[in-house]
């Protein structure tokens, strides 16, 4: 089960600045590394607690994971 959020900036304008587009491009970008984040904390639970929780571990690893470090 994927859990997806998305946050937008964009106004419907078609002429959106070069800052604006630079900004939501930022925004995306982090969106996808807290993603990574999070699917590399999960991928380290046993698959017991990801099933009761509503995850697959084969989804989490095709989404991809990024290293967690406490």
């Known amino acids: 089960m994927a859990k997806v959020t998305t946050t937008s900036t964009n106004t419907g304008h078609s002429s959106n600045g ?3 587009r ?3 491009r930022m925004v995306q970008a982090r969106s996808h590394q807290a993603n990574r ?3 590399g ?3 380290s639970l046993d698959d017991a607690t990801l099933a009761s929780h509503g995850y697959d571990r084969a989804e989490l690893e ?3 994971s990024a290293p967690v470090f406490f």
Do not use: K, P
């Open 22 to 24: 630079a900004f939501d």
């Open 62 to 64: 095709r989404q991809g």
């Open 37 to 39: 984040f999070v699917n």
């Open 41 to 43: 904390y999960l991928l």
């Open 18 to 20: 070069i800052v604006r």
